[in-house]
């Protein structure tokens, strides 16, 4: 093939979900894909052109080390339907763009590049509130997430571009919430964020335990949110609340007084720059509160 491999990661989907790949390749530039009869190389190609990830050069390696061994180029258009390839392969994807740079560390998207409910700037948690939120969550590569009520999806969609090898659930009982979530899961490219529809804290009971959990909406539930949570959180793992309305904050702050914990406090007051005429003024966003609590070894309810 004449190309340099000091700069490519392995993955294998060898006995693995598919499920998480899309996320990965984000930050990729060139990938070997070890794979296996459900992970073929068609099944791979088809995949991903489903997230409209098509600007790749695929290189199937078949049958390497003994004498059928052969090397072949495709498209990922033509992969997803090539019927006759070796069990035995390794599947090689570059990108086309060759000035493509990886993204961000740190996610840093404006709300205005996701889709959202009515009002416009009203139901999205601001740019600078999820850097910060998603700061406390404490995740980690591995970590599983729950996003509970999760509206447009944010939060979930950038803790699933940091826990590229872990799930995050993303919980929201509004049918238009569900909808637009999942428009942005596909249009961010996290197919590591499983859109689950249906009510907290009613819905937990079916998900996997979580390593950090963050509530961004409760419908009335919080307190028992906030119990259900800590009971299936990791030890030491993380529960990040955020909360706009002076209900939301009476009704957190007595909630862990109730079950006997302290949680850390912040309350963010933003200002963002505005032009005004020849001039620049600020123009606040609403303040908020978040509330984060590190489950304490063996703490039970």
């Known amino acids: ?64 080390g003994n004498k059928k061994e052969k090397v072949r180029k495709f498209d990922l258009k033509s992969l997803s339907e090539e019927e006759g390839i070796s069990p035995l392969n390794v599947l090689i994807l570059i990108r086309n763009d060759t000035t493509w740079k990886s993204p961000p560390i740190v996610p840093n998207v404006p709300e205005e590049d996701y889709a959202k409910r009515i009002p416009k ?26 996003d509970i009520g999760t509206g447009s999806g944010s939060i979930a969609i950038e803790a699933a571009q ?30 590591n964020v499983y859109v689950i529809p249906g009510k907290a804290p009613e819905i937990l009971e079916s998900l996997p335990d979580p390593d950090c959990v963050f509530v961004g909406g409760s419908k009335g539930n919080l307190y028992d949110i906030i119990r259900i949570s800590l009971n299936r959180i990791a030890s030491l793992g993380s529960l990040v ?30 200002s963002r720059g505005q032009p005004l005429a020849n001039y620049l003024k600020y123009e606040a966003l609403n303040p908020i509160h978040i509330f984060k609590i590190t489950k304490p070894e063996g703490f039970s309810v």
């Open 1 to 64: 093939m004449g190309i340099n491999w000091d700069d490519a990661k392995i993955l294998s989907l060898h006995g693995r979900p598919i499920e998480g790949l899309v996320t990965k390749l984000q930050s990729l530039r060139k990938v070997a894909l070890l794979t296996d009869k459900f992970n073929c190389p068609k099944t791979i190609a088809s995949y991903l052109l489903s997230f409209e990830e098509s600007e790749w050069t695929a290189f199937v390696c078949e049958d390497l």
């Open 121 to 146: 700037n009203g139901l999205i948690t601001k740019k600078e509130i999820r850097i910060l939120s998603i700061a406390f969550l404490n995740i980690r590569n591995n970590s599983v997430v729950w």
């Open 162 to 191: 940091l826990a590229k090898d872990g799930k995050v659930y993303a919980i929201e009982v509004d049918p238009e919430g569900i909808e637009i979530c999942r428009q942005n899961v596909y249009s961010r490219k996290t197919d």
């Open 241 to 270: 609340i955020n909360a706009v309305t002076l209900d939301n904050v009476a009704e957190a702050y007595h909630s862990f007084k109730k079950l006997s914990l302290v949680p850390e406090v912040t309350l963010l007051n933003i």
